[in-house]
């Protein structure tokens, strides 16, 4: 279905009947203005913003990130961007947003929204390694303000759709939602008109969707990496002129392939001083585990079972356990019985609660080969059984876990989980927000360099050169310690 397309006649903000829907998304990018974001929308986004930089930098010891490296050393240009955690290596911009996106990504530590996808891996790395790139410095609030267009457009894109708001089936979102966002916060940053901006989501559009089936392989960490890297070069590309269907978003067999029951809309009010970023009443989830999302309610589900266990009987005794039962939505991609790699477990429902279950705890190194192939491990997995209770649906918004521990001697302790600590609505505390990015940033920076992004991020709309965040970034040791602080108030 095609909708019609006419030119508007001055920029009002209000939506003609008759304008298109990409049209009013690209009048939309353009138009929005710092003077519109909200103290809640800057919090959550400084949050956002922190979060990824510090699951990003541990994500640079990953395999799949070193093997990205090696393959994007390979090109050049004259423009170079930082690498994340990487004092002496930059790459041609489209390179580094890839993978510093990939970095972000490859832990499955990066923040969940919804409907379902991560927003900020497929925009932050993106606007990161063009302002870099940039002749002219874009100032810390011009970041701020592309990056949360990058994530409004996201969001606008996903309630296109209520098939969106379930766990995904075919596409992986952030390869089709996250795509447009990188091309629409690069767009803004680049100050491209309002047919610009349309035309990259256009160029990005084709550039959109990748299968579900790579998820829980080293391929899955990509999908971000393309994201960023993509649709930065759709914004460059319509900067230089380059056009694509103006109306990808009105058409069922244009952006709405990726979706059985497209039904899109124009954004409207774009210039009101009461402009309502959907990240204002929409918080996004932060991660405690490097796992899917869904591995967070089977987690503390498993805890607090072993904790009723071990209140009675004094200690968790694998040979006294005759069965688990894990009630989780249906959901097959993360129903993982037998993980072989990491990224498997990643997406295991029974690894994860088994790994509770016998360490009464899950953190970053339960992921690694020698707990994945643990004898009490594999035993304790050959004890599980997965059931998918009608009425748990398959949603980040409205799932539960339930795990049952039964023993040899009959005894059953149950437990629950309806909204796991991280969860949107039960956001994790500044204090642990920060712990969490210090720890993981710690593994790759200097005491310094934590201190310097945590600095500049918590001042974000004050920083005259966004690009500091970069000198930071790459700060791996106290020899590349600087004095940046005089340039950032």
Not at 103 to 115: E, K, L, N, Q, Y
Not at 260 to 278: H, L, Q
Request: glycine share 6%; proline share 5%.
């Amino acid at each position: 279905m095609l909708r019609k397309v006419c030119k508007v006649f001055g920029l009002t903000g209000h939506v003609s009947p008759l304008q298109g829907i990409t049209e009013s998304f690209g009048a939309a990018i353009h138009a929005l203005n710092t003077t519109q974001l909200t103290d809640g929308v800057i919090k959550r986004s400084k949050r956002m913003m922190l979060d990824t930089l510090g699951v990003g930098l541990l994500g640079t010891r990953t395999a799949v990130f070193k093997k990205a490296l090696k393959y994007s050393q390979m090109f050049v240009s004259k423009e170079r961007s930082s690498v994340w955690g990487k004092s002496e290596i930059t790459l041609p911009p489209y390179y580094a947003a890839f993978v510093n996106g990939i970095a972000v990504h490859s832990m499955d530590f990066d923040d969940t929204w919804h409907p379902a996808t991560h927003p900020s891996g497929a925009v932050l790395p993106a606007l990161l390694a063009l302002a870099e790139s940039l002749h002219s410095q874009p100032s810390g609030l011009d970041l701020l303000l592309a990056f949360n267009v990058g994530i409004e457009v996201q969001g606008r894109l996903m309630r296109f759709s209520r098939e969106a708001y379930n766990i995904p089936e075919r596409f992986h979102p952030p390869s089709v939602v996250g795509v447009m966002g990188s091309a629409a916060a690069s767009a803004k940053l680049l100050g491209l008109s309002p047919a610009q901006c349309s035309h990259a989501l256009a160029i990005a559009a084709s550039s959109a969707g990748a299968p579900l089936a790579n998820a829980a392989t080293q391929t899955k960490p990509l999908h971000i990496g393309n994201a960023a890297r993509r649709g930065l070069e759709a914004a460059q590309l319509a900067q230089l002129g380059l056009e694509g269907n103006p109306a990808i978003l009105d058409m069922d067999s244009g952006f709405g392939v990726y979706y059985k029951d497209y039904s899109p809309s124009a954004m409207a009010d774009f210039t009101s001083s009461d402009f309502k970023w959907i990240l204002e009443d929409q918080n996004v989830a932060v991660k405690r585990i490097p796992a899917h999302l869904g591995m967070h309610w089977v987690v503390d589900a498993a805890l607090s079972a072993r904790a009723k266990l071990e209140n009675t009987v004094g200690n968790f005794d694998l040979s006294q356990i005759r069965q688990v039962t894990l009630r989780v939505p249906p959901s097959k991609y993360v129903d993982c019985p037998s993980p072989a790699t990491e990224h498997q477990a990643r997406h295991s429902f029974q690894f994860n609660a088994c790994t509770a279950l016998l360490d009464n705890r899950v953190t970053v190194s339960s992921y690694c080969e020698a707990h994945i192939n643990r004898h009490a491990l594999k035993e304790l997995l050959s004890k599980v059984k997965v059931e998918t209770p009608e009425g748990n649906q398959p949603s980040f918004d409205k799932m539960y876990c339930e795990v049952e521990v039964e023993t040899h001697e009959g005894r059953s302790y149950v437990a629950r989980c309806d909204t796991f600590y991280g969860h949107w609505r039960k956001p994790l505390s500044q204090e642990d927000l920060m712990e969490k990015f210090s720890v993981n940033a710690s593994s790759v920076l200097c005491t310094e360099g934590v201190e310097g992004v945590i600095d500049v991020i918590r001042n974000i709309e004050r920083v005259r050169e966004s690009s500091i965040l970069g000198s930071y970034l790459r700060m791996t040791s106290s020899q590349h310690r600087q004095l940046y602080r005089s340039r950032i108030l």
